[in-house]
């Protein structure tokens, strides 16, 4: 028996591996090659890539891992991904979601999740003999090492990032007397720094890329020997369904992202889908919350998920469309992803 076939039905809708999508039309075709609307109908396009990224399979699977080897209570500092589904699914089967490692009693197991802690956390947990289990996404752990590497350098660190978002918390807690955040162009007017001369901007991996480049260009003007991270920290999948957004966006005249109001590559998904020309773009968690008002006097809907979305979650929307109409699904392939990150440590033996 293979491991997949020993992962629970929960496991397995989690990470929609259930079944295919169904398409009633099935045309993998380029981006920008014309409309494929030929009978005129109502039709909908299908973002690829879209959904799960490695991280967020590899955090999923860490809390599914260490639920099935140490049984129920497990908890988890923080959502383990941003996604309401995933949490509520993961609480069902006896994952205890906390805020601080302080809400964990002592000894007990704690997952960290995918957006990474600080070494504060580490801290708190070891004070109180937590074993812990750290589902850091190592694209994340990426930034961390670089935050410390140029710290140790006595850089000052120009973090671009939206405040309160736990993985910028993370990464300034790496070296908090040398980050500063930069929360968008706008804030960069408020940024002092000791040594011009000794300047690095990094950023959180999950933000849109025009923006964050509007915001180095704006840095840039006013430390011209600003220094650019070693490689890119928007991570590849945000960039990736960036991309895919970006290039159905412009024949949409609604784009529906799925995925939760607390997932920053989500969000940025809507913004990006109407500044490349959609002309509405809504992000919903459920396919209850699509309006069908929203379908009024609509040819074509563009369909995207953020990185912590299962696919279980965009089939119910593509149903719900069908139902309205919207049986022609057209793939917009912009990139094929096939990245896996190796499971923490602790729980290497078990993966599937
Ligand atoms: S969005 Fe990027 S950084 Fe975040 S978990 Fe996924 S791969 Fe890692």
Redesign the pocket.
């Known amino acids: 028996m293979t491991a997949a076939v020993q992962l629970s039905s929960a496991a397995r809708k989690l990470r929609g591996m259930s079944s295919a999508i169904p398409l009633n039309v099935g045309i993998a075709r380029s981006a920008g090659s014309g409309s494929a609307d030929a009978d005129g109908g109502k039709r909908v396009l299908l973002a690829e890539p879209r959904g799960y990224?490695?991280?967020?399979d590899r955090?999923v699977e860490t809390v599914e891992k260490a639920l099935e080897k140490h049984g129920a209570p497990i908890y988890v500092r923080k959502e383990i991904v941003h996604n309401r589904h995933v949490v509520e699914t993961l609480r069902e089967q006896g994952v205890v979601f906390v805020d601080e490692t302080d809400e964990v009693p002592e000894g007990a197991l704690v997952v960290f999740s995918?957006h990474g802690v600080s070494p504060a956390v580490h801290e708190s947990a070891a004070a109180r003999n937590l074993r812990t289990i750290d589902a850091t996404?190592p694209?994340?752990t990426k930034v961390h090492q670089e935050a410390k590497r140029f710290a140790r350098d006595d850089y000052d660190i120009l973090l671009i990032g939206h405040e309160g978002h736990e993985e910028v918390e993370g990464t300034a807690g790496e070296a908090p007397e040398h980050v500063q955040l930069v929360d968008g162009p706008d804030a960069v007017d408020r940024v002092t720094v000791r040594d011009e001369s000794k300047v690095i901007w990094l950023s959180q991996?999950?933000l849109s890329v025009d923006e964050t480049m509007e915001t180095v260009q704006r840095l840039r003007q006013r430390f011209p020997g600003l220094q650019d991270p070693p490689s890119d920290d928007i991570?590849?999948?945000?960039q990736n369904r960036q991309v895919a957004v970006k290039a159905m966006a412009p024949e949409c005249d609604l784009v529906i992202v799925v995925g939760s109001r607390n997932s920053s590559?989500s969000v940025r998904l809507v913004e990006v889908a109407l500044g490349a020309g959609a002309k509405a773009a809504y992000l919903v968690d459920y396919a209850r919350e699509v309006d069908p008002a929203w379908l009024a006097g609509v040819r074509t809907v563009g369909i995207t998920s953020g990185?912590s979305v299962p696919d279980i979650l965009v089939r119910g929307v593509l149903d719900m469309l069908a139902e309205h109409g919207f049986g022609e699904v057209q793939p917009v392939t912009t990139a094929n992803e096939t990245l896996v990150f190796a499971l923490p440590r602790e729980l290497r033996a078990s993966r599937r």
């Open positions: 990224c490695a991280g967020v955090a995918a996404c694209l994340v991996t999950t991570c590849y999948a945000t590559n990185a």
